[in-house]
Nanobody
Framework: VQLQASGGGLVQAGDSLRLSCSVS????????MAWFRQAPGKEREFVGI????????LLADSVKGRFTISRDGAENTVFMQMNNLKPEDTAVYYC?????????????????WGQGTLVTVSS
């Protein structure tokens, strides 16, 4: 199983970015897909998840109203649209996958991880 995250970059506060995560090597449709982030010197932090069918999402309070998650089953890809970015959103963003109960926010529940993509938001 391989996950490939992309779309990070350097932006200014208030800008938008769209992250992508492509999945290969397993049945994409039966997995919960997650996004986590890790800022320098901090623990990995839950950002959001989307269920296998794409009907439900759960987002961290810190990104609600600014970030949305979607998935394209045909392309085996999950997306995270990030709007109104803030300097505190600066982190390496990781996508992860797991056949896990809905609502799990801890990294341990996700068994497959991408390599991470860096998002830097300047003030």
């Amino acid at each position: 199983v391989q996950l490939q995250a992309s779309g990070g970059g350097l932006v200014q506060a208030g800008d938008s970015l769209r992250l992508s995560c492509s999945v290969s090597g397993q049945t994409f449709s039966s997995t919960v897909m997650a996004w986590f982030r890790q800022a320098p010197g901090k623990e990995r932090e839950f950002v959001g998840i989307i269920n296998s069918g794409g009907e439900f999402t759960l987002l961290a309070d810190s990104v609600k109203g600014r970030f949305t998650i979607s998935r394209d089953g045909a392309e085996n890809t999950v997306f995270m649209q990030m709007n109104n970015l803030k300097p505190e959103d600066t982190a390496v963003y990781y996508c992860a996958a797991g056949r896990t109960p809905w609502g799990m926010r801890q990294p341990v529940y996700y068994h497959f991880w991408g390599q991470g993509t860096l998002v830097t938001v300047s003030s």
